[in-house]
């Protein structure tokens, strides 16, 4: 780059730095949205282009270089706009690129609308190049000709200095397009403030009791409380069969948990070892177990795509034997549960391995949800995934594959109505949350459930930490509706993750979800009806027992009360009892 190229972006950023001070984001305009269609005219930049010079390209190339090689200019599209373009390319990093100066433990977001040409279909990475040369990669998506695909990604930093936002794709025949980009800066605090917010507004309502006695009369100073039955929210864990006849573990886990998995107990090589002779007497139990203490249980799972994890036996059969025993498993571990789920992981892993996609055809995947929505139509079918969040390197399963996937088994002949649902694994080293927020909003887009399924973290001095940190972030977001923590215990130990040692007593990681299991509940309200006779107060979603008590303390009713998110702002509860 010339030097007087880098004294304009700089002295330009020094500018965008000047009108950016004293005006502060407010975390509360943190944009949700994403776009999951490809369309004729790319939307507004989000954030007017945050700290991105000339983010709609309308000073045509101001601030903007060529990066590697190729050539950059500037094209004007059939509705008016204008939009940079990448050509002549050798290597995947040939494109474009504008510096921009990023600040230690600041979040960022980042969108922009891409399109390539020269191809039908490529995914298009954007980057940030730091001045050690180390690329970090902040989103990416599966970009087409003819219509503009809006690239969502982010970011956390554990520096301050000069970066280089730059573009890539591995086709070097393409043409990378791209218009209305955006990199926007939150602190922590404003990252937080927003999570706060956003678990106000869906998580909870306000609860309004009107208290009256049986002429209609409105009480004065009755009392109210509430005690919680079951929050609507699912938060599980795994569990073995070590959980079975050991009273500890049971008390343990069910004072906390609505959900479960079963880490291995209902997968192929655990129910039919041997070929035609399955035992389903170990996940019976524990289904029974579960049935009683109210815990619901995600089937997990049907199908594992990954060869290292098939049944000994099922290796060596040829394609039409091994779909005949394909289909025996399913009919018989679907119908053996069905309507007792809420939950199946239909096929686990099918972006990364293609174990049946390779012996029986490329709609294994979506022949296998269709069979198992007739079987059990009224429970969600998910796709099972690692790396979609926890990793942006990892473009096998990037938001847009997991998106490309599912629509490949959606437009399967039959399959125009399965109840399709996300699961997301979610086993993280270090969480980078922006990024994490911004697969979800893509996901999220479908308006399909999104659940994290397997979470857990790494082993090391910060894994609490990064724990709590993942979990509020899930919790916060709007599209997702249930978690999972891996880590069943067993008397050997854990797998990457445990929340008790053996003898029952929390880890730092179980201490974490022991306080956001009490945080995100509403226990031991009560307070009393004002002169109008009412008493209201915002409370998480779930079931409750409801208890009224005149002010002489005379009379008493009691009741269960629903709050779910169907509920209205305010839900106005009538209650009339004895004076």
Request: net charge negative; glycine share 6%.
């Amino acid at each position: 780059m010339k030097i007087s190229m880098v004294v304009q972006i700089l002295q330009l950023l020094l500018l965008r730095s000047l009108l950016l001070a004293g005006n502060e984001i407010d975390a509360s305009i943190y944009d949700y949205s994403a776009s999951i269609e490809c369309l004729d005219k790319a939307q507004k930049p989000q954030y007017g282009g945050g700290l991105i010079l000339n983010p709609e390209f309308s000073d045509g190339l101001q601030g903007w270089t060529v990066f590697g090689n190729g050539n950059i200019e500037l094209r004007t599209s059939k509705q008016g706009n204008q939009f940079i373009v990448a050509y002549n390319r050798t290597k995947p990093h040939d494109s474009f690129s504008q510096m921009v100066h990023l600040k230690e433990g600041t979040f960022y977001t980042f969108s922009a609308w891409v399109q390539i040409k020269g191809g039908n279909e490529s995914m298009v990475v954007a980057a940030l190049k730091t001045s050690q040369d180390q690329n970090m990669v902040v989103g990416a998506v599966a970009a087409q000709y003819g219509c503009w695909s809006m690239l969502k990604g982010g970011l956390a930093v554990n520096f301050s200095g000069p970066t280089e936002l730059f573009f890539q794709s591995r086709k070097t025949v393409i043409e990378i397009w791209a218009d209305n980009i955006s990199l926007q800066p939150f602190s922590k605090d404003q990252w937080q403030k927003q999570q706060s917010e956003s678990i106000e507004k869906i998580r909870k309502r306000k609860v309004r009791f009107h208290v009256s006695d049986k002429e209609g009369k409105m009480i004065h100073s009755a009392t109210v409380s509430m005690e919680s039955l079951r929050p609507q929210f699912p938060l599980g864990c795994g569990t073995s069969e070590a959980i079975l006849g050991n009273k500890a573990y049971q008390d343990w886990f069910t004072s906390r948990f609505t959900a479960t998995t079963f880490d291995n107990e209902m997968k192929w090589y655990s129910t039919e070892i041997n070929f035609g002779k399955e035992n389903y007497s170990i996940p019976d139990a524990m289904l029974d177990f579960f049935k009683e203490h109210r815990i619901s249980v995600r089937g997990h799972n049907i199908f594992w795509d990954d060869p290292r994890f098939q049944p000994d036996w099922l290796k060596s059969l040829p394609p039409e034997e091994l779909k005949v025993a394909a289909l025996n498993r399913l009919n018989s571990v679907v119908s053996r549960y069905s309507g007792q789920l809420i939950a199946w992981d239909v096929m686990n892993e099918n972006l990364h391995f293609s174990y049946f996609e390779d012996k029986l055809g490329p709609n294994a995947s979506a022949y296998f949800f269709q069979r198992v929505q007739q079987l059990d139509p009224k429970t969600a079918l998910f796709m099972n995934e690692y790396n979609t969040l926890e990793h942006a390197k990892d473009l096998n399963s990037t938001p847009a594959m997991y998106l490309q996937k599912l629509r490949q088994i959606k437009s399967f002949p039959g399959n125009k109505g399965l109840l399709e649902a996300i699961g997301l694994e979610s086993h993280f080293d270090e969480p980078d949350i922006p990024y994490m927020r911004a697969c979800l909003d893509t996901l999220g887009a479908t308006q399909l459930p999104i659940w994290l399924t397997e979470l857990d973290v790494i082993r090391g001095p910060n894994q609490a930490r990064y724990l709590e940190e993942i979990m509020r972030e899930a919790y916060s977001h709007p599209s997702v509706q249930g978690i999972i923590v891996w880590a069943g215990w067993k008397p050997t130990g854990c797998s990457r993750m445990c929340l008790t040692d053996n003898s029952f007593k929390n880890l730092p990681t179980g201490d974490v979800v022991d306080k956001l299991i009490q945080e995100w509940s509403t226990n031991g309200l009560q307070g009393t009806t004002d002169i109008d006779g009412i008493y209201e107060h915002s409370v998480f979603l779930g079931e409750y027992l409801v208890r009224v008590t005149n002010a002489k303390n005379t009379t008493s009713l009691k009741q269960t009360l629903k709050v779910t998110r169907e509920c209205s702002e305010a839900l106005d509860v009538w209650i009339a009892i004895r004076e």
